[in-house]
């Protein structure tokens, strides 16, 4: 997810972990932060960050999910975009 995100120039603001136990109940956690995540150690620190209140769990885990969201584009242009006198 991270590579790709990464190599077709998409910024990620929010990420959210989903938690499916052997029970069949499931929990759903985001954290979104102000500025595009930089770097795969920011994800990194995120998930951890939403994982340590689960840990050690408490029954059994089926599945657990990250995403990504609060999606962009990231321009690689570098000139100011002109402006139209209309």
Do not use: H
């Not at 620190?45 to 584009?73: Q, T, Y």
């Amino acid at each position: 997810m991270w590579g790709y995100c990464e190599a077709n120039g998409i910024g990620a603001k929010t990420v959210t972990l989903k938690v499916k136990y052997a029970d069949f109940n499931q929990i759903t956690r985001s954290k979104t932060v102000p500025a595009f995540l930089a770097a795969i150690t920011d994800l990194e620190n995120i998930v951890s960050l939403l994982l340590a209140p689960i840990f050690p769990p408490r029954k059994g885990i089926r599945l657990l999910g990250v995403s990504l969201s609060s999606l962009e584009r990231r321009s690689v242009r570098t000139e100011p975009q002109l402006r139209l006198a209309l």
